[in-house]
């Protein structure tokens, strides 16, 4: 049976290939449609016009308050990290729950860096289907590599990609952990305790009191939908124990960012006037020394 988790790969990148047709992109992105599936290409197509996307922002606000702006930030701001750690000579990058994300090709930085998409293997087989249908051929960079967090070992599996521990690499871990169990996301902490000094972790978590329901942050829609109805998201912090948690598995924390950072970095300077969700917060983090 499918992993009900793989479907929830299309929904953000809707968005940003929506956000292309924007006067000022937050972020530019020219695969963001062309890697999608049918069915996406076509929604993304329509998002051209100016109703279209007002009405998918709305319908995606209504779940989720301030849900459009917060899946476009988070990318930004994940982006804007992994471009200052390629300065210091990170050697590979892994993306960690890929989906549809598009960095390995629409980032000019990484046309030379080895970069590992790791996912479920159904998502796996429909990106290297997209890719194949825009390229050809997956492009000589990239390497998908199929896994279930819940029950493969990434040691052994990186490892046989070529992506082990040693070199210094660039963790991405966006939108991911909260489809988790904790002990997936403690056993996938525990690889990344592996990491040669020098690595970098940027991922995203879901707040803790989303979660069980003692704060719902204006997307009452959203748990109603992904914790009550159908229990997808699993795993949550709370904002002031992330850097303990990072700590356990030799990882310190260099920055938390959520709406007030997003809105001055991002949206303010774009001269957008968007809020942006409360119950996903961004986490940069590096290796600490053995």
């Keep these: 049976m499918a992993n009900p988790a793989a479907q929830t790969a ?11 047709h924007e006067p000022e992109p937050l972020m530019h992105d020219p695969w963001a449609a062309q890697l999608l599936p049918t069915a996406g290409r076509f929604t993304a197509a329509l998002t051209r016009w100016s109703p279209v996307r007002t009405a998918l922002k709305s319908a995606t606000n209504k779940k989720i308050s301030g849900g ?7 990318k930004r701001y994940i982006d804007d990290q992994l471009r200052a750690a390629l300065v210091n000579d990170i050697d590979a990058v892994v993306i960690l729950g890929a989906g549809y994300d598009t960095r390995a090709v629409r980032l ?7 970069v590992c998409e790791v996912d479920l293997p159904a998502n796996t087989m429909r990106k290297t289907a997209a ?11 990239m390497t998908l590599v199929p896994v279930d967090f819940e029950t493969d070992d990434l040691t052994e599996v990186l490892g046989r990609a070529g992506f082990g ?8 871990w966006e939108a991911v952990t909260q489809y988790l169990t904790e002990s997936a996301v403690r056993r996938t902490l525990a690889y990344l305790a592996q990491a040669a000094p020098g690595s970098v972790l940027a991922f995203t978590y879901v707040r803790e009191d989303f979660l069980t329901g003692q704060h719902t ?10 914790v009550v109805k159908s229990p997808l998201w699993r795993f949550g912090l709370r904002p002031t124990a992330v850097g303990s948690f990072l700590a356990e598995y030799g ?14 970095r991002y949206l303010v300077p774009a001269g957008r006037d ?12 590096e290796r600490a020394p053995r």
């Excluded at 000019?108 to 080895?114: F, M, N, T, V, Y």
């Excluded at 890719?131 to 960079?141: E, K």
């Excluded at 968007?274 to 983090?285: D, G, N």
């Design 10 to 20: 299309l929904g953000p990148m809707i968005v940003v290939a929506a956000d292309q």
């Design 68 to 74: 459009w702006s917060s899946f476009l930030c988070r």
């Design 108 to 114: 000019p930085e990484l046309a030379d860096i080895g």
């Design 131 to 141: 890719l194949h249908r825009a390229f050809g051929r997956t492009p000589p960079n």
């Design 165 to 172: 521990p040693h070199r210094r690499t660039f963790y991405v």
């Design 217 to 226: 942050y204006g997307a009452e829609g959203a748990r109603e939908q992904f």
């Design 251 to 264: 990882w310190r924390e260099v920055e938390q960012v959520g709406p007030a950072e997003y809105a001055a």
């Design 274 to 285: 968007l809020a942006v969700s409360e119950i996903e917060r961004a986490v940069s983090a």
